[in-house]
């Protein structure tokens, strides 16, 4: 069990801020140790200490203060973060399928412009300017690709894993530190959006970056320039992560009143400076680029992010959601779900929450308590100082909590329901539940079972970590149905481009009357994997209409989904009702080339929804060629020997239905045809 620290004849108050497995012993703390070594009777094997241990939070000295124990743990601590590195680059590296949610903010970067990314997004995206401004300069260096879009987030992920390492052995050592940084090195969530394009690697970057500057200057008053660091870093913060703010206004809460105790213009300065820069940056940003997006967003990501409001008229319901928020993906770490998924980890994280605060009252300059907590000044030999800090430290850290859920009555900020929102608050959550994890292992009788249950909780974390690392390689996708997308694309895009001249309908051919296609979140992923694999559309370039031929057709891509999702499909005018437009097209088409065959390529949620057929998209695909100089006055029904596209995926992984007419009526046959033979199979 943890052992408090023991005063001995030889110690002064001024070296009584030892504890248990410190990260780096300084060499007074070595010196201390050699002249004041802790014994033990030899008939009774019970320590000789001045101040016996409080029952049930010490452990055995003997066991584990020794030196080769201590290395372990330091070994242990320094293995959890090479591993964290490892399996973030290694995620990374993969190079997953973009889903969805990705390829929404990705086609934001398409053929755009720094000024056109300061203005409202398509499909209902909110993303920090200065990211996006960094996201599209590393584009235009490196191309538009996954590993590009993804670059920012997976170096903002590895040195997130430095950073908290950093910031918890400010806080912690010993085995607290061991658990606190095993727990977030090898976590889901920070693993996973280390390769995913959206911002929230971003956020714990941001968030780690900023309260490891407040930490360190809680712990050295007298350096002013953590002070100054924030007053520049803080405002630039803000248009990296709007998550950001509740980290900031923490930070500016917590440092108040120690930064007034000081009452030097040294310290005081910079801290108004930093509040100055930190108000101007964040109205400006909300004025310019926050409200501009949440208008245009508004009616998405309210509806979608509505579970994370809480129901303040409801006094039941609120129960049932605070109980939900806290035990659900928010508290995911290392892994969790929702419905009480997380509970484990919200119990750890109560109980090192109490832990912590109790230190508040226990302050002693002679005998601290839990020894395992880092000192928190040492230079601090008084208990007012020490104490001021303690209280800072925890409105650092919880701080973003009370802030978070005061955005959430106000429906500002949702407040849980996810862990990918709420990466800013995995510093505290983490290091938190290391606390009370070890906590919880004092309960053990004896100093072997301690030993044990912290040898398995280790080596859950790292088998778990392991499982994430073997994923990239097993399963490198987050659907099966985005590998299979995206196999499709860059077999029509690139694989194919020798063979085919490729043209979009809709940026190619201006099709205007199926862009409603394009304005949903299917459509984000055809135009993403489109500039993706296709060169030309990456240049920006026109079709080579002159490179068509009998031996390389054109072939017209277009993208559909069911009738429903058209405002316009009862409409009887042709220029704007996607069916009779298309018939037209087809027409128009006939008079300068031969049309060869259609084909319709169904995706895995299409498929999914049948016969309803009420979602997801599918691809219409239409080949022609020039008609033959010879029979300038062939049908355009005759179908000519080409190449057919069954030679790639489409055909051969993918059930397709191969037309000679060009009625939409003729298609529209074949794909009811379709859903009723597939439903017969499963059927029987």
């Not at 208008?295 to 109980?323: C, E, R």
């Not at 490198?476 to 063979?499: G, I, M, T």
Request: with cysteine; hydrophobic share 45%; aromatic share 12%.
């Amino acid at each position: 069990m943890f052992l408090p620290h023991v005063s001995t004849p030889c110690s002064s108050p001024s070296d009584n801020l030892g504890h248990v497995f410190p990260a780096t012993p300084s060499s007074n703390e070595s010196s201390i140790i050699k002249s004041c070594p802790i014994t033990t009777n030899p008939e009774t094997n019970e320590l000789n200490q001045s101040v016996a241990p409080e029952r049930g939070l010490s452990w055995d000295d003997r066991t584990w203060n020794d030196t080769r124990i201590h290395r372990q743990i330091q070994h242990a601590t320094t293995a959890f973060v090479i591993a964290g590195i490892v399996i973030r680059l290694t995620r990374y590296l993969a190079n997953f399928p973009l889903w969805s949610d990705e390829t929404m903010l990705a086609a934001n970067l398409r053929h755009t412009s720094f000024a056109e990314l300061a203005g409202p997004l398509t499909y209902n995206q909110v993303c920090p300017v200065l990211y996006l401004w960094a996201t599209l300069a590393v584009t235009k260096l490196a191309g538009f690709n996954e590993y590009a879009m993804r670059l920012i987030p997976c170096v903002c992920a590895i040195a997130s894993v430095i950073l908290f390492r950093r910031m918890a052995g400010r806080l912690l050592s010993g085995v607290p530190l061991l658990l606190a940084v095993g727990v977030f090195t090898m976590s889901y969530y920070p693993v996973r959006y280390a390769g995913e394009i959206k911002p929230y690697a971003t956020d714990l970057f941001v968030a780690l970056v900023l309260l490891s500057l407040a930490l360190a200057w809680l712990q050295n008053r007298k350096q002013a320039r953590h002070l100054w660091a924030l007053a520049i870093i803080a405002p630039l913060a803000i248009g990296f992560s709007y998550a950001a703010i509740f980290i900031i206004a923490s930070i500016a809460i917590a440092l108040a009143w120690p930064v007034y105790q000081t009452k030097s213009a040294r310290t005081i300065v910079p801290y108004f400076v930093a509040a100055l820069t930190i108000t101007a940056a964040f109205l400006l940003n909300y004025i310019m680029i926050i409200k501009p997006q949440s208008a245009a967003a508004v009616s998405g990501t309210l509806n979608y992010w509505q579970h994370g409001f809480p129901p303040l008229t409801d006094p039941i319901g609120f129960v049932t959601w605070f109980f939900s928020a806290h035990t659900g993906r928010m508290f995911g770490y290392p892994i969790g779900e929702a419905r009480g998924g997380s509970t484990l980890t919200f119990i750890s994280f109560a109980a090192g929450i109490g832990l912590w605060m109790s230190m508040k009252f226990r302050q002693s300059t002679t005998t601290p308590l839990f020894p395992w907590l880092a000192p928190v000044d040492p230079q601090a030999n008084n208990t007012t100082l020490r104490a001021n800090n303690h209280v800072s430290q925890t409105l650092l850290l919880l701080g973003p909590f009370l802030l978070l859920f005061i955005a959430a009555v106000l429906h500002k900020y949702p407040y849980g329901g996810s862990g990918r929102i709420t990466q800013h608050l995995a510093p505290a959550i983490t290091l938190f539940t290391g606390l009370g994890t070890a906590y919880l292992l004092t309960r053990a009788k004896t100093v072997k079972q301690q030993k044990r249950q912290i040898a398995l909780i280790v080596f859950i974390l790292f088998a778990f970590g392991f499982a994430q690392f073997a994923q990239s390689f097993a399963m490198p996708y987050r659907y099966a149905s985005d590998r299979e997308e995206r196999n499709v694309f860059k077999q029509l895009w690139q694989d194919d481009a020798d063979q085919f001249v490729t043209v979009c309908g809709v940026t190619d051919l201006h099709m205007d009357w199926l862009q409603q296609a394009h304005e949903l979140s299917d459509g984000a992923k055809y135009l993403t994997n489109q500039t993706i694999y296709s060169k030309r559309h990456q240049q920006n370039q026109p079709p080579p209409w002159d490179q068509i031929t009998a031996t390389r057709p054109l072939r017209v891509i277009t993208l559909w989904w069911p009738a429903e999702f058209y405002s316009s499909a009862t409409s009887n005018d042709t220029t704007i009702n996607p069916h009779l437009a298309y018939e037209k097209w087809l027409a128009d088409m006939g008079q300068q080339y031969q049309h060869v065959r259609t084909t319709t390529y169904l995706t895995p949620e299409q498929r999914k929804h049948r016969p309803r057929h009420s979602n997801g998209m599918w691809l219409v695909i239409d080949e022609f060629t020039p008609p033959p100089p010879r029979f300038p006055h062939v049908s355009p029904h005759v179908t000519p020997t080409i190449p057919h596209i069954s030679s790639g995926i489409l055909m051969r992984s993918h059930r397709v239905h191969v037309s000679t007419g060009i009625t939409l009526a003729r298609m529209n046959r074949l794909l009811h045809a379709y859903r009723h033979v597939a439903d017969s199979d499963n059927a029987s």
